[in-house]
């Protein structure tokens, strides 16, 4: 097929390809042969003259079928702006093979699009019947219309509300008013506005407050639930003329927790049963004054503290008594701490703690319990050590760093203190074992006490004086003990003298001659040495009297091993004899020549004393039993006299005061 | 604080360190000393890190597990400072190297030298058995022994070598340096922390003679 190009072209290849491109259509729409392909030599003229020599290929494209067409056509609606795979469309018309494939997406059958849409729209039918179906059926949903605020049935109601809206809004804008009135109409240099502000100094020099919020919270160190609270007094005062002592323009809100007062009530009882410990009576606290609302904010404080310090301070106590590993169980029990310190007695500490709202009680129970104040004393002062210890670091120490170690641990490092010295540092006691000590001092002493005092009134004959050392410790008292016969002080050799050294366990006494000798807590044992002693001090008397006098000591013994036993310890005795008895006498019976005869004044006294046995003076009366003085043995005469018969004395009946007197009586008698 | 002497104990050939460790307390369990814990000193040098060529110096920062809560600081003139454990944290800072600059002392590693091992007590003398190791390398074995009761050395001095003689040997023959030099004044903790610096100098020197070979 040979192609005439009419045209006159200068040969661009834009407008020749145009050419092209249209000859080319015109070819499509030839109808052809079926099905076969050619090689068509074309040969473009331009003009006369052959231009190019074209090599083209005819395909035969099969007029497109009815479903084809009609997936075009479908392509071609536009089903809403959401298309996108129609794009080519408009290339497709024009259309050659290359232009044609680039219309259709790879991979795309034609009518995937056209799926989507009809997807979509049968979703949007289905809601639409569902809504349909809710409005008509009212099976399972039903549509409603939204409430529209109802109106008051009654008008006399609502009325009714109104008013009292507008009455509470009324009073609360009243009080307002008055109180910026009242504010106002302060007479007098200092309006109640800075009254407040001074009561708030005041406060704050006592304590620490700290502001949060719209109120002001005093602060607190045990853990406590509940805040004190500082507000401006705003009721009005009764008495707007009248004094103002009860009126105070600072109020403290205090926790109901610690409401009312409360006390740590100690005391310590002998139980009979020592293993008695599970039949406890829990104390009832009896009822006391509370302050009133009224008082000054300080004494209010003041007391909530002190309920806040007993609180701690018990809760510590029986934290303690709880892990304590001691050898004798503590017992908690509600507000209760029961422990043994001796067997038989008993310790109770019981937080008494009373609101002041209920009932006060009847009867004062006070009398029978016998408070220790002075340990409740010292259980406050332990409390209050521990809690300066915390918070007030030995100097030297920045401003900034107010917790630190102990000034011993921090000499630890530049001392090089070893291993057991630091231990030992951090071996610490704590509040429970510290009062349990100090509460078993104070029944030592007061049993020793008791005891020297009974002692002394029983025992007249020689006086029994206690002196008691001024300087002692919670845990240690000393006391001396001093026997003498009344008139004869002036012989200090005859005092007989006992230190005892009260301790926490027990006691330590130290005689005259620096014996040691240790004690229990039992008070029999305090007054068994107190009773020997005085024995003891009959014979020392007795030793001395007769050298006073004149008297010999044949002999003395501390301890003698004859005679009935004692109940404890052991008796002394003395031998005494009368003086001028050892010289023999000349006598010249009858105007005889001189003869040397045994003397005549052969007295002697026997004393002997015990604990127990008591005291007894025995007398010669004869010699019968005396040694012959022919004895070739006896060198010295002063044995002649040993033997004899002895009686005893009734002490009763000689005159005198005690036995330094009626001793004294006897001897210038017998001399 | 009593007094206390520190002595190198010589490994024959041919055994082991933990064999000699053995048998001294083999030997001294049979003295009747009893096994309390185990102890242990050790010893970190610094060195001063001078820009200006200034002479050099030398922090020894030992710590002794007898005192634990100090730290002992020797200089190489042998100023001893005696401190808290604290002391550590000082040096650190002062080894530290802020903002480009270097710190004022640097640690030389490698030089961590420790002594550990048991503790006995028998009645008033303590004696210690350490096997000496830097950088987990076995060096030597430093026994230690320290009468309690006394603190001046030249009145003990006599005691302490019976007692070690007996058990040791003739390794005890001369009291070591720190006590000798104060034998009529009190004995110090920082004189024992001065004889284990000695000994370990010592096995630092071994080490530096035998690398060569």
Known sequence: ??????????????????????????????????????????????????????????????????????????????????????????????????????????????????????????????????????????????????????????????????????????????????????????????????????????????????????????????????????????????????????????????????????????????????????????????????????????????????????????AQLAREAVQLKSNVPHVVVSNQIITNIFPGVQLSIVLCHSTGKGDKKTGPHSGKMDHKHVLEHSLHQLLREVHHRTLHLAAPHPVTAPFGMSKRRRLAGPTAMSRSDLKEMSDSETLLEQIIKQARHEVLRQRTMSVIDRLAGEIPDPQIMAHWSCLNSPLQSNVKIIITSNGYEGMRVTWQSLDLEIGVDGILVTTKDRRTLKLSFQEKEVEDIIRWQVSQHHIALSQNLARLIGWQVLSYNGCSGVGEMEGFACASSIQLVAPNNDRLQLVAPNNDRLQLVAPYNDRMLSVRSGPTSGLHVFLKIDSSGNLDPSLSSLVDPKWLNLGGTFRELDLEQIEGRNLATKLELIMAMLI | MGVVCVYTFPVPEGKSGQQVVDSLQRQLELLGAVKTANFSVDCETYQSNNPTGAAQRILHVLHNSEQPASCFAILDNGTTLVADVLFEVLVAKLTQSKSGKDGYYERRKGLKIESKGPRFELSDFIVKIGSVSMASNFKGILVEVEYCPCAIPGECWELMKEMMQSFMGTVVENPPMAVKNKKDQFYTPSDTVAQYLEHFNNFRKAVVNQSPR
Not at chain 1, 8 to 37: C, K, M, R
Not at chain 1, 180 to 202: M, N, P, T
Request: aromatic fraction near 6%.
């Open chain 1, 1 to 314: 097929m040979t192609l005439r190009n009419n045209r006159e072209s200068n040969g661009t290849s834009i407008v020749y390809d145009e050419w092209l491109a249209q000859t080319l259509i015109q070819l499509e729409h030839i109808p052809s042969a079926n099905n076969f392909n050619n090689t068509i030599a074309l040969t473009v003229f331009n003009g006369s003259k052959p231009q190019s020599a074209l090599h083209c290929v005819t395909m035969s494209i099969l007029p497109l079928s009815m479903s084809e067409c009609l997936a075009k056509s479908a392509q071609k609606i536009d089903f809403g702006e959401e298309d996108e795979g129609i794009e080519g469309k408009q290339t497709s018309e024009e259309g050659t093979t290359e232009k044609e494939e680039s219309a259709f997406q790879p991979s795309l059958w034609p009518w995937d699009s056209v799926r989507n849409k009809l997807k979509t729209s049968l979703t949007e039918i289905g809601v639409l019947l569902d809504v349909l179906n809710i409005a008509k059926e009212k099976k399972y949903m039903a549509i409603v219309q939204v409430q529209q605020d109802t109106s008051e049935p009654k008008s006399a109601l609502q009325l009714l509300a109104k008013k009292k809206g507008l009455n509470t809004a009324a009073s609360v804008l009243i009080s307002g008013a008055e109180r910026l009135k009242r504010s106002q109409e302060e007479k007098g240099g200092v309006s109640s506005h800075d009254k407040f502000h001074i009561e708030l100094l005041k406060l704050r020099q006592n304590w620490r407050l700290k502001k949060v919020g719209n109120s002001i919270i005093a602060g607190s160190r045990f853990w406590q639930g509940g805040t004190f609270e500082v507000t401006k007094t705003t009721s009005l005062p009764s008495d707007q003329e009248g004094s103002t002592a009860q009126q105070y323009p600072l109020q403290v809100v205090i926790p109901s927790e610690l409401e009312g007062s409360s006390y740590l009530q100690l005391e310590i009882k002998s139980v009979p049963d020592s293993m008695d410990l599970m039949s406890v009576t829990l104390q009832v606290p009896d009822g006391f004054g509370r302050t009133p609302l009224n008082a000054h904010w300080q004494s209010r404080l003041d007391t909530a503290q002190n309920v806040l310090f007993c609180k701690e301070l018990f």
